[in-house]
């Protein structure tokens, strides 16, 4: 079967995290679930603790590491071979089943899989792994949007400042970013911080709250999409998360393709 290739480059949004248990992943998850985009693919990157495929209930055809082998034999029916199709919801490409050394994957690897990606599918979503390394820098370089995904706690909005430092060292200050505080409780005003004081540890505007909601963790324990659940209130919102992000960092993707 041929793959029909875009007449324009798709759209490449990374999710990274301030920490462990932040929900980065599941919110990657559910969004991809909840856009209903037909032509939508998750890169779930994170070779050591990835979990994608674990919250959606599916197999695996391939990861990243059987792509790395030879960099320059990626292409777009290879690609495709390699993804599983959950829910019938977007095209996953799994993190592999066991754990494996970040160095099994290398930058040529990363920028190959991103560039035909970017040929075959209209919307890109890629969970990195906590860890920085050559090829995570890759993949942020390559992105048009990054989603840095924190909780509403001291420790958390610290370690996410770090992360925004880190980007600006690493001279990606450039590339849109978007902060979501995620399984806030109470609106953040009753258990959590104030935005205000939150947005203080940080150093700079939340974008998103993502109230802390249930629903989401049994859907990610029973391997379903979110808008399968009874009461799918916190889909609407990633739906309206997501649209935002593509609006407000449309202007920037045109002026860099300029």
Not at 44 to 56: E, K, N, P, T, V
Not at 66 to 95: E, K, N, Q, T, W
Not at 98 to 119: M, T, W
Request: proline content about 5%.
């Amino acid at each position: 079967m041929s793959i029909v290739e875009n007449a324009k480059p798709g759209q490449v949004i990374t999710f990274i995290k301030s920490g462990g248990g932040v929900g980065a992943t599941t919110l990657a998850v559910q969004a991809a679930c909840s856009l209903r985009a037909a032509n939508l693919a998750l890169l779930d990157l994170d070779i050591q603790y990835g979990s994608a495929a674990f919250q959606m209930d599916a197999g695996s055809n391939a990861s990243i590491l059987d792509l790395v082998a030879s960099p320059d034999r990626i292409d777009a029916a290879l690609l495709r071979g390699a993804m599983v199709r959950p829910h019938d919801a977007f095209d996953l490409l799994a993190s592999p089943e066991g754990i494996y050394p970040v160095e099994d994957v290398s930058v040529a690897a990363v920028n190959k899989v991103i560039e035909v990606a970017r040929r075959v599918y209209a919307t890109i979503l890629i969970d990195l792994p906590m860890i920085w390394n050559e090829w995570g820098h890759a993949a942020l370089r390559n992105s048009d949007q990054i989603v840095l995904v924190t909780g509403m706690t001291i420790p958390s909005l610290r370690q996410a400042r770090r992360q925004i430092e880190m980007m600006h060292r690493e001279q990606l200050g450039n590339i849109p970013l978007f902060v979501v505080a995620n399984r806030v409780n109470g609106g953040f005003l009753s258990k959590g911080l104030a935005q205000k004081a939150g947005e203080k540890a940080l150093g700079r505007a939340i974008n998103f709250i993502i109230p802390s909601d249930p629903l989401i963790a049994t859907a990610a324990d029973a391997g379903l999409p979110l808008r399968d659940v009874k009461g799918n209130a916190s889909a609407k919102k990633l739906v309206r998360m997501m649209k935002d992000i593509f609006a407000a960092g449309e202007p920037a993707r045109l002026a860099m393709e300029a």
